[in-house]
Every structure is written in C-alpha cells, then in structure tokens.
C-alpha cells in the first residue's frame, strides 16, 4: 500500500496537465436521474473519483483510479476511462480561457460491472488545471446502477 500511495504522491508532485504528461484527475458526479430498483430502493446518489490521467498528443486521454458510491449503501471501486478531446478549443468563454469539448466511456467495477458514456467539457482555468464539467450515463446488468443519469464535475490539476 506504501508504494501505491508513494507512487500517487510522485504524479501529483509532477503537476503536470500538458498533452503526454500524467495529471492528477478529481470529480464529483450526482444522480440526475435514477429509476428505482426492484425492490423500491434508490441505491446510486453520487460518485466521487480520484484518478491518474495521461494524455497523447493525439488528443485521447487514459484515466484510471478509484470510485466511491454514496448512496443507500457505501461501496468503492475501481475504474478505468478513456476520453477524446477535440482538437482545437469549441469556443472560449473569456480570453484566454478556452474550452474544449470531449467524449468518453469507461467502465467501473462495482458489485456488477457499470459501463458508461460520456460527454462533457474542459475548460482551461490556468497554465496547469483544468475543470471539467459532464454527463455520464451507467449501464449495468444490475438495476442498482442500471439507467442512472449522472452530472459531473472534475478537476484536473
């Protein structure tokens, strides 16, 4: 466990956000929507995420980390993704705060395996982070997770 915590103390430390560079990657999604389960229970509230992300120069970003479900039950997992941002900023919001656009899917391992799809925006608030803002939507076997619509924001830094 040591070794897992001084490997995540060095990529932070790096504090890098650049394309091909590994960032620290921090998020907060709530249920939007979500049916409820057959036993008449709402079990999926919100999702808190840490994660380690890279980024190619290609635009496509690997991110992986640990999940944790709040909800009727508490419950954590692991979880992997993989995003492709646009390759120009979609619009700027101010000057010299550009915003680009994003899609993505990852899959988290819970009780039953959740895939998701996502789509979302990054918007640069400095020369080092970025705050992203997204939409998930879980699928699952279970009905626990299945059908929730999630809204997210994240922080990369």
Do not use: C
């Not at 001084?6 to 979500?34: K, Y």
């Not at 944790?68 to 993989?82: C, D, R, Y």
């Not at 680009?100 to 039953?112: A, H, I, M, N, P």
């Amino acid at each position: 466990m040591r070794s897992i915590l001084l490997a995540a103390l060095v990529f932070v430390s790096a504090h890098a956000s650049a394309e091909g560079q590994i960032a620290s990657l921090f998020s907060f999604e709530a249920a939007a929507a979500r049916p409820d389960t057959a036993d008449g229970q709402k079990n999926v509230t919100s999702i808190l995420n840490t994660s380690m992300e890279y980024t190619l120069p290609e635009n496509i970003s690997f991110h992986g980390g640990f999940s944790f479900v709040i909800g009727e039950t508490f419950e954590s997992s692991i979880t992997l993704g993989s995003r492709f941002y646009s390759s120009t900023p979609a619009f700027q919001i101010f000057p010299g705060i550009p915003m680009w656009s994003f899609l993505g899917g990852g899959v988290s391992f819970l009780d039953d395996t959740v895939f998701y799809p996502e789509a979302g925006f990054r918007v640069a608030t400095s020369d080092t982070s970025r705050l992203d803002v997204f939409v998930k939507i879980l699928n699952s076997s279970n009905d626990t997770y299945d059908k929730h619509v999630m809204l997210g924001a994240g922080l990369t830094f």
